[in-house]
């Protein structure tokens, strides 16, 4: 089993940043890929970032030059910063973590299925 715990979510003007992070504990040694999803109100969950242990990094096109995803192996926290918020970007954010001997392709990073722990969720709102 793998524990997360977001942190980071506010309200913040159209325009403003924040960074959210995540904090990964338990059975961590598997964990392959750790990703970031949100979902916004009557609207399916989707992929924001992906990040795979050898650093390689998944973007939605939504958010591609804006959110950056990172991670520090050491503390086994993954963050994600958020610049030029829109209020678009309104949405209960989500880590997530994929563990698997085998790894996942990368065409599935961004994909919900894919994982299999998930943390509970820190509200983003951004207002115009």
Sequence with gaps: QVQLVESGGDSVQAGGSLILSCALSGDTYNTKVKAWFRQAPGKEREGVAAIYIGGSKYYADSVKGRFTISQDNFSNTVYLRMNSLKPDDTAVYYCAAHN?????????????????????????????
């Design 100 to 128: 698997s001997v085998w790894g996942l392709a990368e065409g599935w990073a961004l994909t919900s299925s894919s994982y299999h722990y998930w943390g509970q969720g820190t509200q983003v709102t951004v207002s115009s």
